[in-house]
């Protein structure tokens, strides 16, 4: 038992470290030009940073468990009924970190209307989330943790990476990169949730 978790924590290092070369690009975000030459073929980029990718239409959400900010475990198909907004960030990542509060925005926005989740690529989950939370304020945020970093691991996704998924538990789309989730572009994409 205790080799299988101490394994089991290694690979989970050795994910996360490659999540951190291959994705979260903290010090440029790439030219329009290398997003489009890079992008799935039916992708568009909406703002700079952003990519909408379709290629995922009409896939179920994932069943992945992962915890609530108390602890307990959780699935996708919990918010069956209504839209959900998943967004994967990490607190070590500059751009998920630069979106976060247009996240926050658009949650007050959106009241019941929509739901937006955002799961935490950390590994030690709340011991860096929870203060990351408390010291920017978040008021219509939760955060929710996927220590495993099984999302971004089994979806092949750089940080951050959102998709929604409309009430049926569909994907609809998902956007790689930063993007300003309080802006009309965003209101437009999400309106396509039905």
Not at 12 to 41: F, H, I, M, R, W
Not at 48 to 55: A, Q, Y
Not at 79 to 93: D, H, Q, Y
Not at 152 to 179: C, H, M
Request: glycine share 8%.
């Amino acid at each position: 038992m205790e080799l299988e978790l101490s394994l089991r924590s290694v690979i989970g290092l050795l994910l996360l470290g490659a999540l951190a070369v291959a994705g979260c690009d903290k010090q440029s975000q790439p030219s329009q030009q290398a997003n489009e030459t890079s992008a799935p073929p039916n992708a568009t980029a909406p703002a700079p940073g952003g990519t909408v990718d379709r290629s995922h239409k009409g896939e179920a959400a994932p069943t992945i468990p992962f915890t609530d900010a108390a602890g307990k475990k959780t699935t996708l198909a919990a918010f069956k009924g209504k839209p959900v907004l998943l967004n994967l960030w990490a607190t070590w990542c500059a751009p998920c970190i630069k979106e976060m509060p247009t996240l926050d925005t658009l949650a007050g926005k959106a009241g019941d209307k929509l739901v937006v989740l955002p799961l935490s690529q950390d590994l030690k989950g709340m011991e860096v989330v929870g203060p990351f939370f408390q010291k920017n304020g978040y008021k219509n945020l939760k955060p929710y943790l996927d220590t495993d970093t099984a999302f971004s691991v089994q979806l092949g996704v750089n940080l951050p990476t959102t998709i929604l998924y409309d009430s049926a538990g569909k994907e609809v789309w998902r956007v790689s990169g930063e993007f300003d989730w309080a802006g009309d572009a965003a209101a437009k994409l999400i309106a396509e949730a039905k």
